[in-house]
């Protein structure tokens, strides 16, 4: 089959595709034509050497993708069935076996192509927003960087809960971007202090920062706040004052999606198609994607994330006709 392969190590750019072997099924598994991949942070993160697969996982780039199985293995499904898959790597190729617990049907709302980029995206959330902070209607949600693919989702989600949703983004056309999404306040990080706005008035937080914006975060919870840290584009490192923290009962909760269990991953594909699928259905949801490219263009796909100007997602072309 045909993969993007990073040539050089020390080129985070030199993403080129290449002949690399196809998948062997392992038990539990089915063989997916992958039609669109994904792309996140997580695969700029890779390519640059900054975060491993996990053991056992593809090298190959590539957290998410859709397409139509055409080997089931020992498994109960059917080839020729068009899914969505959330993946611990190996979606950006021509082929990529899957746990069938992390296999979604294509959701009411969706086409096969833009269920591609949505599957990490939503699994994410719908764990974080739904399973950690149990967010209900009348809480407050702050999201740092709603305007990318996670915070596009996270806003909608939010608003089908019945939540107040704040945001921070960098510029007033992604800010504009989540207002359409229907998000409540909106903060430019570059023009004010979203820790002196929304002081002690928050119930949850989805932070994508990690250390830059722990005090400002923690001074934004409210009595029983969550804080919910997904990613550290802002460093690793911080203290906390737990004093503070005790007679507020607030909470810390630092998760990762990619490194869990396959069994941990199948529950959270299973509740996720439960809670978010349906907000498809209905039109209360809808997913955003900023640009595709075809997967030969994986280098041009990524600078583009890179750039920060893109709201919504940015996806990979895989295959035209996946049943080809």
């Given amino acids: 089959m045909k993969a993007i392969t990073l ?4 080129d985070a750019a030199s993403l080129a595709l290449r002949d690399a072997p196809s998948p062997t099924l392992h038990p539990g598994e089915v063989l997916v034509k992958v039609h669109t991949a994904g792309v996140n942070r997580a695969d700029l993160l890779q390519a640059q050497g900054h975060y491993p697969p996990p053991p056992g996982a593809p090298e190959t780039i590539g957290l998410e993708c859709s397409g139509t199985i055409v080997d089931a293995g020992d498994t109960s499904q059917r080839p020729g069935e068009e899914v969505g898959c959330l993946l611990a790597g190996g979606g950006y190729a021509e082929y990529v076996a899957v746990p069938e617990g992390q296999l979604a049907p294509i959701p009411e709302g969706l086409s096969l192509a833009e269920t591609g980029s949505f599957m990490e995206v939503a699994c994410t959330v719908w764990s974080n927003l739904g399973m950690v902070a149990g967010l209900r209607a009348g809480q407050r949600l702050l999201i740092h960087g709603g305007a990318g693919g996670i915070g596009a989702c996270a806003i909608q ?73 997904i990613g550290l584009q802002g460093g690793t490192k911080a203290e906390v004052n737990l004093g503070a923290m005790l007679p507020r009962r607030q909470s810390i909760h630092a998760t ?9 991953k199948a529950s959270i594909v299973s509740a996720t198609v439960d809670n978010v699928w349906p907000m498809l259905a209905s039109g209360a949801l809808s997913h955003r994607v900023h640009a595709t490219y075809p997967l030969a263009e994986a280098a041009r796909a990524h600078a583009a994330l890179r750039s920060g100007e893109v709201a919504g997602k940015v996806a990979l072309r895989v295959s035209e006709d996946p049943a080809a």
Avoid: H, W
């Fill in 7 to 10: 040539t050089d190590p020390a």
């Fill in 157 to 229: 989600v939010a608003k089908a809960l019945g939540a107040e949703v704040a945001v921070t983004a960098g510029s007033g056309e992604k800010l504009e971007f989540c207002r359409e999404l229907r998000a409540d306040i909106l903060i430019n990080y570059r023009e004010r202090d979203f820790a002196e706005e929304l002081r002690g008035s928050c119930d949850v937080i989805l932070d994508i920062i990690g250390a830059k914006y722990l005090d400002r975060n923690m001074r934004c919870l409210a009595l029983d706040g969550q804080l919910i840290i």
């Fill in 256 to 264: 990762t999606l990619r490194a869990r269990s396959v069994a941990d």
